[in-house]
């Protein structure tokens, strides 16, 4: 039988735990939403950056006029860049055909445990049953939310539940521990939107953008999806492209 | 308004994070089961050891016929220890009046985290009212998890959500993240006594226990508010007694 787990930060687990698995990355406010629509609004792929000087040199290094450089620190937009990290910014004007380059406090960090992975995904509410194709016959996947500075955030942990949902939906899979919390989170909240806007506005990460005034970035990540990109990191190259 | 966080591990907190708090420590499969069971038998007190040697020479420093030595590795009880890690070997012809010097893999290490606190309880199914009577006065509580060999486990979460919801029948309660998504696992099965024998059973302690031939102890383990003591570890003497 086919197994699901779920991480509810990427220190509870290590590259060698998730070696030659599926993974699924969420960071739901905002990076893997953002980097969706992104894609969804036609980039032709997006190069996540750990640090904000690796992302402006990057950025200078390709030719003029075919990059973006997005992201954020503190939730908002970094000086100088030219996008910060609400997912509404990343409009067909803006990026088609563009490289992304993107650099965020939590998402990107994420990827850092998936280097040893055979597949990484980017997972949200608005790609989820885009990526869920992609991956379902999949013998072991795991979701590796990203949490919001090294603490568990109730949203990425819903997120992860409602792809638990998902995959239970299309087969049979032996769960993990956290796998089944958040699965049973996702299931108090998937027919009841005034809890699951809660679960989003209340956690963690989800009040620190209150706080900023980004609620619509919030209204959009919580719209199941609405996009039909499923973005997957390719290792070697570390680019995201729609797949 | 008063607050209580949940703590999926003692790794996910540090004593500092809990410096001046109200703790619950649960390790309901099963130190802090069977440390209740062994205080309603009339033990005089438990005394929790890191380590078999030195669980060994605080027992050989009691006066003679005044103490019983308790606890595990692996799940099964110590060469040469008077009694294992079950609830039901701690019986009043076994314990009534004795010092109990007990050693277990994961539920004492998890003490470690709680140097700092105001007041530490150790909290299970079986005295979770006499618990939660003790501290619903309190502003800020901390449940902190076990686990099972460093990682989650789905029957320490749920029993922390059982502690979340009944504080929250008793007063209002600001929940951090965590403590939302164990107060969840606890409502889908407080009213559905298949759902939380499942999680007791499947989850990473319990599916050990099953498989060593404890059944019998994740049954005890189940059954709520069977014992009136209130288990609490004062940390100058680093004694658990019934309070």
Chains 1, 2 share one sequence.
Not at 153 to 173: C, H, I, K, Q, S
Request: glycine share 8%; charged share 20%; net charge negative.
């Amino acid at each position: 039988m086919s197994t699901v787990d779920v991480h509810f930060l990427p220190s509870l687990t290590t590259p060698e735990a998730l070696s030659g698995a599926t993974l699924v990355v969420i960071d739901v406010l905002r990076a893997t939403t953002t980097i969706t629509a992104a894609l969804a609004a036609g980039a032709k792929e997006v190069i996540p950056c750990f640090e904000i000087d690796e992302a402006r040199r990057i950025a200078a290094e390709l030719p003029p006029g075919t990059s973006v450089l997005g992201g954020e620190r503190g939730g908002k937009r970094i000086d100088g860049f030219d996008l910060g990290n609400s997912p509404t910014e990343y409009t067909p004007e803006r990026v088609a055909g563009k490289s992304v380059v993107i650099t965020t406090t939590n998402g990107t960090k994420a990827l850092r445990q998936c280097r040893l992975a055979a597949e990484v995904w980017l997972g949200s509410l608005t790609n989820l049953g885009s990526v869920v194709a992609r991956i379902s016959a999949k013998p072991t996947i795991h979701v590796v939310c990203a949490g919001t500075d090294g603490h568990i955030t109730l949203e990425d942990v819903v997120t992860a539940g409602y792809f638990v949902l998902a995959l239970n939906r299309l087969g049979d899979w032996t769960e993990g521990d956290s796998a089944i919390l958040a699965r049973v989170a996702a299931e108090s909240c998937e027919n009841d939107s005034a809890r699951l806007r809660s679960n989003f506005t209340q956690s963690r990460g989800g009040h620190n953008l209150v706080e900023l005034g980004y609620d619509a970035d919030i209204d959009y990540a919580m719209r199941l999806d609405i996009n039909s990109v499923a973005p997957r990191l390719e290792l070697k190259e570390w680019r995201i492209r729609s797949a």
